[in-house]
């Protein structure tokens, strides 16, 4: 996979990307499952034909560096802004599940004009007031899957079947993330900047998350100015991953609005 070479207020960065497809650009970004949570909704958008999507791994994920400096979600979001300058990218889609969604409505906030639209699906960062999210660092993987689907029994995982290097890109992934999200998941002062955002935004929500509880979709849905929210029911905390034809057929309709 190519890597990036991007300039930050910590200095130069090396971004990890997945990129593919032709057409508008779309931004693709992960959460703390790491990219295999969006590789298969990546595929699809491909398939519509009218897209190219580009998914960058999280520096710290997958095995790949991060700098000393990038410690935040916020430095996230710097980064992919960045990211879209030093690819020339232009009229970009961003679209975010969970942790991504937060890195997304960050990217947001910072009103790079290459950016068009933002899909934020069941994305983290919020702090409202007695509906705190899940306390994701005290679960193992079982308890996850459970919180995380509407159809936890689908997508359950043996872990005595990984081998050695997956357990060691999980333990790598959750170390990242915890570096990122800090223990709560939450950034107090995000709530207060949303309304700086300008563009067109899709708040996407599965009605049976219980990482992120449906108040914080509608924290976001309030406010961000003018934008939309969806509810689909039948997914939990990935719609890209329990209900992919759906989620696919809102941004569909969203990218040519």
Do not use: C
């Amino acid at each position: 996979m190519p890597v990036t070479v991007v300039p930050t207020s910590w200095g130069e960065t090396p971004v990890t990307t997945n990129d593919s497809g032709a057409g508008r650009p779309v931004l693709l970004l992960h959460g703390g499952a790491g990219p295999i949570s969006v590789a298969r909704f990546a595929e699809m958008l491909v398939a519509e034909g009218d897209a190219r999507v580009i998914v960058p791994i999280h520096p710290g994920f997958q095995g790949t560096p991060r700098p000393e400096g990038l410690t935040s979600v916020r430095g996230l979001g710097e980064l992919y802004s960045e990211l879209l300058n030093t690819l020339d990218l232009r009229r970009v889609t961003v679209i975010g599940n969970s942790v991504g969604g937060w890195i997304a409505a960050e990217l947001a906030v910072r009103q790079n004009p290459r950016v068009e639209r933002v899909v934020l699906a069941d994305a983290g960062g919020l702090e409202v007031a007695g509906h705190p999210p899940a306390d994701f660092f005290s679960l193992n993987l079982e308890q996850v899957t459970e919180l995380s689907y509407r159809h936890p029994e689908r997508f359950r995982i043996d872990p005595s079947r990984f081998t050695d290097a997956q357990r060691a890109a999980m333990a790598g992934n959750r170390a990242a993330l915890k570096v990122y999200s800090g223990a709560g998941f939450t950034d107090p002062t995000l709530l207060g900047r949303l309304s700086a955002i300008r563009v067109p935004t899709l708040v996407v929500w599965g009605a049976a998350d219980r990482i992120f509880p449906r108040e914080h979709a509608d924290a976001y849905a309030r406010a961000i100015p003018g934008s939309r929210l969806v509810v689909i029911e039948d997914a939990g905390h990935l719609p890209q991953m329990e209900t992919p034809e759906q989620l696919l057929g809102l941004v569909r309709e969203f990218r040519g609005a």
